[in-house]
């Protein structure tokens, strides 16, 4: 997981936090899951997902959406 190159990517603020966080690109997205490893003392079982190809989707956060009219 310390490899992983996020210069490119943003983190996303809707899923913050100390052990599951999220990265967004233009068109991936990537999980990084520490919380269980850190449990368990165990740096090893840290794992990242990266789900890549994902451009149909419009990657935004809350921030870039407007708020609904009345």
Avoid: N
Avoid at 3 to 9: G, I, N, R
Avoid at 53 to 65: E, F, V
Wanted: charged share 30%; aromatic share 10%; with cysteine.
């Amino acid at each position: 997981m310390d490899e992983l190159e996020l210069a490119e990517f943003e983190a996303v603020p809707e899923v913050a936090g100390c052990a599951d966080t999220w990265w967004r690109g233009t068109d991936s997205l990537i999980a990084f899951y520490r919380g269980e490893a850190e449990v368990m003392e165990a740096p090893r079982c840290q794992t990242a997902t990266i789900y890549a190809g994902l451009d149909a989707w419009r990657l935004k956060g809350l921030d870039d959406i407007g708020t609904p009219s009345k």
